[in-house]
């Protein structure tokens, strides 16, 4: 059965305060529902940034590639309308500009199985390395659970970084995992940069899998071991 968003959470809602110091001035931010007022500004947001930074996009040059991230535009096209994905953003009445986006979803253990197919050789790699380890690991027997959140893309956009932004964003998965009444939240984190981050907000890893032993998979990123050694799955218990 597909997950929805129960009723009984109120949309949208703010899972997180907190204040940052740039440069001599104190801002305060949230991070609140993606609502469909910041959609296009947070696909645009990891259009740019996320396909720019990301490990395996920035090696492979994702963006010689129109069809692959048109892809990836879809999946998180898609993936917003459910109304489980968190944005950051200014903590006043209305905030426009997007501090930083994580796309979210709720995998269900009673889902319908659909194997991954494409015909773009290149997206088949970005997603199917991507699978590859989030399936490395079953979260259902390993922790007992009938779903769990993940995610498909987190992104700060550059002046927004060194801040706690992704900490945060990442750290507002727990209220917000426990008003979906979810007891685990799970992602495959791609760059040693968002490692550390998830590290930091608890997240423990599952799975890990070096860039060189992917390549001999048929993964092939030439030059990602410049900035990442291995993909890995990390998780975190709600409690």
Not at 101 to 125: C, M, Q
Not at 175 to 195: D, E, I, N, Y
Request: glycine residues 6%; proline residues 5%.
């Amino acid at each position: 059965m597909v997950f929805t968003r129960p009723p009984s959470v109120p949309y949208p809602n703010v899972w997180r305060r907190f204040t940052v110091q740039r440069g001599s001035s104190t801002i305060h931010l949230r991070v609140q529902d993606l609502t469909e007022d910041l959609f296009e500004a947070s696909i645009q947001l990891l259009l740019k940034y996320f396909t720019r930074d990301e490990p395996p996009c920035k090696y492979i040059g994702i963006h010689k590639y129109p069809s692959a991230v048109a892809e990836l535009e879809k999946l998180w096209r898609t993936t917003v309308k459910d109304n489980l994905s968190l944005v950051c953003v200014e903590d006043k009445e209305i905030a426009t500009e997007v501090v930083g986006v994580n796309v979210l979803t709720v995998v269900s253990k009673g889902d319908k199985e659909e194997p991954f197919y494409t015909e773009d050789k290149i997206w088949a790699k970005l997603f199917g390395a991507v699978d590859l380890v989030a399936r490395s690991v079953d979260m259902f027997s390993h922790f007992g659970v009938e779903q769990y959140l993940t995610a498909y893309g987190l992104v700060v956009p550059p002046e927004w970084r060194g801040l706690r932004v992704g900490q945060q964003l990442l750290e507002a998965r727990i209220p917000f995992c426990k008003s979906l009444g979810v007891k685990v939240t799970v992602t495959v984190f791609t760059a040693a940069a968002s490692q550390a981050v998830a590290k930091k907000a608890g997240f423990l890893d599952l799975y890990e899998i070096s860039y060189e032993e992917l390549g001999k998979r048929g993964f092939l990123f030439p030059g990602v071991e410049q900035d990442t050694k291995s993909s890995k799955l990390m998780a975190l218990v709600i409690e």
